[in-house]
């Protein structure tokens, strides 16, 4: 069974759900609620494959959702396909890995360090190039420790 929904949570009545590679921060709760709740959530490693995979079932993909171009409802039809096949051929793992609080606990202050660190980079590439960055600097210094001292 496919289907797209507007939230995670209208999911709450599966064990097993299987997501696309697109995990955005807005989704983090989300998860962190279902795992919570006992829920197994799988999410789609291979996204350089879509492309490979949308031409591979578009006969199908276009008897099911009417177009074989790029839509909520033909992703979630290809990610069943993929799950189906996986299944038969026994290696599920391959294709999807199976979230875990730790990660969806770990992932958003990660992010966040990622895009600190590299704001950081700049103001300091900046600075040596002579542009006055004023406090932009310590600020953005002690929000990156905050956040590696939260992890």
């Known amino acids: 069974m496919f289907f797209k929904v507007d939230s995670l949570t209208e999911l709450n009545d599966y064990d097993e759900i299987y997501l696309d590679s697109s995990l955005f921060p807005s ?35 276009k008897a099911k959702i009417g177009k074989v171009s790029k839509t ?19 290696n599920t793992h391959r294709y999807f890995r199976l979230l875990n609080i730790v990660y969806v606990e770990l992932r958003p202050l990660l992010m966040k360090e990622t895009l600190l660190y590299g704001n950081l980079q700049r103001i300091g590439n900046a600075s040596m ?22 992890r």
């Open 72 to 90: 909520d409802k033909g992703d979630a039809y290809l990610l069943w396909k993929v799950y189906e096949l996986s299944l038969i051929k026994n």
């Open 129 to 150: 190039a002579g542009v006055d960055v004023g406090s932009d600097v310590k600020i953005l210094e002690k929000m990156t420790e905050n956040i590696e001292r939260d």
């Open 27 to 61: 989704m983090w709760q989300q998860l962190r609620e279902l795992i919570s709740n006992g829920k197994r959530i799988y999410y789609f490693t291979r996204p350089w494959k879509w492309k490979e995979i949308r031409e591979r079932f578009k006969e199908g993909l």
